[in-house]
């Protein structure tokens, strides 16, 4: 009898035991869950990896388009100053643009040849 009682306590504590390995396995899967879930959000979150990337992409195009409007308002500054103040810009830009002529002079228009 008492060899039987004996080996009864031993199965409750490998039962104790087998518990304890399920929680522990729990603990790990739910950490080891925990770890992907955050590596995903840091990669392809609101504010991951991958949108940081897009975002310095977005920028670099931005400051292209920036510099490319800075240079064309320089360019149209310095037009609206010739056309202000150069005769000479403006008699050439009128007979090339509007085909006009002074008097006496005639205009040729010249019509590139269909093949």
Sequence with gaps: MRRYSSMQ????????NQGI????????????????V???????????????????AE????????????EEKRQLGNEKIRLESD???????ARERYRMAKPGEKVFKVVPKVE
Excluded: M, P, S
């Design 59 to 70: 920028k670099a195009e931005i400051q292209n388009a920036i510099t490319n409007l800075r």
């Design 87 to 93: 005769y000479e810009y403006i008699e050439e830009l």
């Design 21 to 36: 390995e399920l929680q522990k396995k729990l603990v790990r899967f739910v950490l080891i869950l925990g770890a992907i």
């Design 38 to 56: 955050l590596l995903i959000i840091f990669f392809f979150g609101d504010h991951g990896v991958y949108q940081l990337y897009r975002l310095n």
């Design 9 to 16: 306590r031993k199965r409750k504590k490998n039962r104790g």
